[in-house]
Each structure stands twice: as structure tokens, then as C-alpha cells.
């Protein structure tokens, strides 16, 4: 064996414990940043489960059932929301929303601009999975015509993660009814529309009242609508709008429901 051969073989040896351990500081570079990622998500997911000690919901199908003979169709119960110690929490608290027959039951809230909550939670802790929160230029109590209500689109399906899944097309639909309960109202809106939109476009319009131009822009929601809801819709609704990211930074997506009534 030549000594040339050796010194080849010797040099081909250490290229690939280079490439070897390069590979390895790549996984556990990886690996790491996976951790975090989990352990952020998970301390997201137990804080909002803590919250909700602080509520009692009810099913939709307990709501559901046919009265008997003779009896009136019982009315939908809200959510019954303990205000004083989620206010203790945070006072940025304005009300609460629950998705009737999905899993998106959360506390929301308003800050002084678009961004804070974006990365801090309900408990104001900095984490990826934010809060769900108004439009900082809306009004509090949902009195507006058009309520702009903003989620993270989480990828473990927590806040607005399930948003896209649920409402994307008729087959999914869970349910039509989304309860946003206030310290002094309960209000529940159907569900009239549900689509992919322009992040800047028109859908994050706000009105001052309820005039042609709102009524040509719920008319134009609802064509856009992904399903066919058969809600009817009319400047004289109150509508809220839930946003979500969909994976692409020039578009959302987008629930949207009128005010059905007060319980």
C-alpha cells in the first residue's frame, strides 16, 4: 500500500467526519428549536385551559333537541363567564367568544394598538400564540357595524387554527352560531359568510353607520362566502369578522356573522 493511497484515504476519512458532524449540529440545531416551539405552544395551550376554568358552556346539541308537544323551543343559553376574577387577570378583558360545536372558546381582549397582542397572551405573557383581540379602533362593546376580532391560525390548532378547517366548505360546517358574551350583554351572531380575502382589502373596512356602503359591503361578503350559509344579511346587522392568517402574507381568512339576538 503506497503512502499516496493513505494520505487519499486519510483526507476522505476527515472530509466525511466534517460532513458527519455538520449533519449532527444541523439536527440537534433543529431539535432544539422544535423543543422550543413545542414548549411554547404548550405553555399557550395551558394558560388558555386555565382560563376557561372561569366559564361554563353548553353544548349545542343540549340546545337542540325538539320540545315536546305543546312546550316552545327553549331558548340558546350563553355562556355563563366569571368577569370578576378574569378581570383580576387582565383588564384589557371586554368579552368572550365561543364558537358553538368547535373548540374555540377564548377570552378577548383590546389594546391600545394591533401589535401587543399579537405576541402576548391573555395573561400578557410574551408567546407566539398571542390573544384573540378587537380592532384597537373598534368600540368595546361590539356596537359597531362591522367588529374586526383577529386570531393567530396556530399550526396545534389552538386560538383561530381551526378556523380555515371548519368553515372552508359546507362538508365541515360545525355549527352556525358564535356567542360573544360582554360583562353587561350575551349576543349571538349567525354565520353569513366565510372566505379567503385580500389582507389590505376591503373586508377590513370599518363603518361609522350603517349607510349604502355598508349595505353594498355585506352584500358583497356574502357572494364571496366559500358556503352557502342561506343567512340573510342587511345594513341593519351588526357584524363581526374573525381573521385568521392562512400561511401566505398577502391574504387572511375570514368568518363573518350578524347579530341574531340578545340572551
Known sequence: ??????KKRTAGDVIRTIIMFAALAVFLFSAVQLAKIF???KKGTDEYNRVREYVTTTEPEEETQEPLEGEEMPK???PQVDWANLKAINEDIIGWIQIEGTEISYPIVKGIDN????KHTFEKNSN???AIFIDYTNRSDFQDCNTLIYGHNMKNGSMFGLLRRYFKDKDSVPGRYIWIC???KNYRYEIFSSHVVD???ETYTLFPEADKQFASYVDSMKQQSLVDFGTEVTKEDKVITLSTCTGNDATRFVVQAKREGEY
Open 76 to 78: 340558546p343559553t350563553p
Open 199 to 201: 389582507a389590505t382589502g
Open 182 to 184: 360582554t360583562p353587561d
Open 128 to 130: 407566539a400564540a398571542g
Open 1 to 6: 500500500m503506497s503512502k499516496k493511497n493513505k
Open 39 to 41: 414548549l411554547e405552544y
Open 115 to 118: 401589535s401587543y397582542y399579537l
